[in-house]
Structure formats: structure tokens, C-alpha cells
């Protein structure tokens, strides 16, 4: 009599963020000091204090870099791009196209600022790290934190022709509200549809990134941005997620109901916020794909990277007149 072989038990990409049911549950942000204007604060925002730890690969860390460079600090606060090959050392200072050693620190890995913050850290190293060079310590990992103080905090280093309102008080908490959303069903969606270990939680999480598309897709029927005229910070932690969406999360995370392109708002919007002042310095696409496609070899055992697709994000969007 034939029996059916036992199925290989499933490795997660990263198991202790994993559910015993398959949920990609991701782990809390460690740094959460908060740097402010006032006089007499522990983190006193001052222009080059700081320095900025990103991944030209990662939708987190881009969203820090165009806040930063949306209110004119590039001058304020400096920033070095790691590897987009992560291996399992972590993120990785090298020289390379787009990405350099770190000159701040000499740190060869980014794990290297973590122990140097925390020497009992056990969590996983993630971007974006704001670093602070007086305490010679971490002062916040968390992108929602950072950006929030780069439109505040800093708001008197930027440049004056940087000084959109990002986070306009009569719609606080109706944006805290579409935030949060996006981030549950599109940014972190992607992630639980990808990173799952069980058809049951990949179809729950997947379905749900369509759901909300298909509302966002709605919404942006009659209006430029999510919030009328207004271009907000809920719109660019939308954009992170749509630019990589395509090139990797349509594939690579198997979130392949349909792709942005067959969305004709959400693909002009795209197109629209790309082709802004300063963002498209901010995309980099062969960091994404490689990122992506060769460091989770558990989802992409070949590491094969893949040509496509051509997404034409210069062409134009038709968004104007709304």
C-alpha cells in the first residue's frame, strides 16, 4: 500500500515573527526617543546631530528619506544607504552603485548600532535608524516617529520652500484614521501575504490588499490626492507600497489579483506623486528588485532577479484637472 509522504515542514523568512497558523505578525519598533524643538529636551533637534540609516529597498526607510527631503533637510540631517543584499549578518555598509561604507560610525553592519544602543538586543535589525552622534546611541527606529519629527522638530533647519504641511491639523484625525488603514490593509498587507506560511493566511491577507485597493482606487475617482488638493503624508506612505508593488509584490509576495497598472487612478496617482520635485531620486529600482528577490531566498530559493516590468513612471498621468 502507498502512502503520501509527509510534507517538508514550511521555514519562515523570519520565525519569530511568525504565528503558529502562518501570520507574519512583525515585531515592534525597540527606539522611540523623541527629538524636539523645545528648550532644555534630551534630543534637541539640531542640524547635524543626526544622521539617517536607510535602505533605498525598503518602503519604511524611503518614506523617512521624502518627508526629510519634502521639508528641505538634506542639509540638517545626512543620510547613508546600506547594501539592498541583506544576508544573514543583516543590513551591510559596502561601497557599491547607491550605497556606501558608513562614515559616521565605521560600522560595518548595522547590527553594529543596535548592540552599540542595546548590547542585549534581540530583535530583528530593521531600517529606517535615525542615529544620534553626541550619545553615540540609536534614537528612534520607527518610520511613523521620524518623519513626524522631521516635519515638526526640525521644521525651523529645512529649507522654507520645504514647508508643505504634511500633517494638517483640521483633518488629524481623519488622516490618523486613513493611516492607519493603508498601513494594516496595503503596507504591512503585502508583507502578511508574502511572508505567510499558510494558504489560509496568505488568501485572507492577500484579499484584503485588493479590498482596500479597490477602495483607495475608488476614492481617487474624484480627487488628486486621498485628502482633495491636499498632498499629505498619507499619500507618500501609499506611494512607497505602489512602487514597489508591480516590480516585486505582484510576483515575488504573490499578490497577483491584479497589479497597480490595471488600476487607472491608482496608476496615474502613482505616476503623478513620482514625478514630484525630489521623489524620484528616492526610487531606486534595482535596489528594490534585488533586495526583494535575492535576500528572502526562502520565498525565491533561485535568487534569480527578474528583467521586468517596465512600469514607465515618467510617462504622463492625467491627474491634474481633479
Known amino acids: 500500500m502507498e502512502t503520501t509522504p509527509a510534507a ?29 524643538a523645545a528648550e532644555g529636551a534630551e534630543f534637541p533637534a539640531v542640524a547635524g ?28 540631517v545626512e543620510v547613508t544607504v546600506v547594501d539592498p543584499v541583506r544576508d544573514d549578518r543583516g543590513w551591510a555598509f559596502r561601497e557599491g552603485p547607491g550605497h556606501s561604507p558608513d562614515p559616521v560610525n565605521g560600522f560595518r553592519f548595522l547590527s553594529e548600532a543596535y548592540t552599540a544602543s542595546k548590547p542585549d538586543f534581540q530583535g530583528r535589525v530593521t531600517v529606517p535608524v535615525l542615529w544620534d552622534r553626541e550619545k553615540g546611541r540609536i534614537v528612534n527606529n520607527s518610520e511613523d516617529d521620524i518623519c513626524r519629527m522631521f516635519h515638526e522638530a526640525f521644521a525651523a533647519l529645512g529649507d522654507p520652500a520645504g514647508a508643505a504641511d504634511l500633517f494638517p491639523a483640521d483633518i488629524a484625525e481623519q488622516q490618523e484614521e486613513l493611516s492607519q488603514y493603508i498601513y494594516e490593509k496595503v503596507n504591512n498587507g503585502v508583507y502578511r501575504a508574502g511572508f505567510a506560511t499558510s494558504q489560509k493566511e496568505y488568501e485572507k491577507a492577500c484579499r484584503e490588499v485588493f479590498a482596500a485597493l479597490d477602495t483607495l482606487e475608488e476614492r481617487l475617482a474624484g480627487s488628486r490626492w486621498l485628502f482633495g488638493s491636499r498632498l499629505v503624508e498619507t499619500d507618500w506612505r501609499l506611494f512607497c507600497t505602489l512602487v514597489r508593488f508591480d516590480a516585486v509584490y505582484h510576483g515575488h509576495f504573490k499578490c497577483n489579483v491584479r497589479r497597480i497598472t490595471d488600476y487607472p487612478n491608482l496608476e496615474g496617482y502613482l505616476r503623478d506623486l513620482y514625478q514630484q520635485p525630489g521623489i524620484a531620486d528616492t526610487v531606486n529600482l534595482d535596489h528594490i528588485k534585488r533586495h526583494y528577490y535575492i535576500t528572502h531566498d526562502d520565498i525565491n530559493p533561485t535568487r534569480i532577479v527578474p528583467i521586468g516590468p517596465e512600469l514607465h513612471l515618467d510617462q504622463p498621468h492625467g491627474r491634474g484637472k481633479r
Open 49 to 76: 546631530r543626526y544622521h539617517l540609516y536607510i535602505s533605498l529597498a525598503c518602503p519604511w526607510a524611503c518614506r523617512t528619506l521624502i518627508v526629510r527631503n519634502l521639508k528641505g533637510l538634506q542639509k540638517a
Open 8 to 36: 517538508a515542514p514550511v521555514k519562515a523568512q523570519f520565525q519569530q515573527e511568525q504565528s503558529s497558523d502562518g501570520e507574519f505578525q512583525r515585531q515592534e519598533d525597540e527606539f522611540r526617543d523623541w527629538i524636539s
